[in-house]
């Protein structure tokens, strides 16, 4: 996937997958040269092919520096999700993409 803006550089996600067509990557690209900026990798699926582990990296508090923003944990019943737990501690700037958790004490987040 490539998209760019008048006057700044052309960015590009490029998409890895595992045998049975789930996504397991997006690394980042800028002017075509690779970048943790960015990138997000998927970890684990469950049996019904749900993600249950997935990770994104992306800006913090310091201009241009890139941590990982969000370590997540996704539980489900079946295929409802349930809960998500997010692990990642690192300081975010206003403006980051994140996943933003509620409570780690609620049993069930989603119904």
Do not use: C
Not at 42 to 59: A, C, E, F, M
Not at 85 to 94: E, G, I
């Amino acid at each position: 996937m490539t998209w760019w803006y008048k006057g700044d550089v052309e960015r590009n996600y490029n998409f890895s997958y595992d045998n049975l067509l789930r996504i397991i990557s997006a690394d980042y690209f800028e002017n075509g040269t690779a970048s943790d900026k960015f990138k997000v990798s998927v970890v684990s699926y469950d049996k019904h092919g749900n993600i249950t582990q997935l990770k994104r990296w992306g800006k913090s508090t310091s201009s241009n520096v890139f941590y990982l923003i969000d370590d997540l944990s996704l539980s489900y019943d079946g295929n409802q999700l349930v809960k998500v737990q997010d692990s990642a501690t690192d300081p975010l700037y206003a403006g980051t993409f994140n996943f933003v958790k509620d409570s780690d004490a609620v049993a069930t987040e989603y119904i």
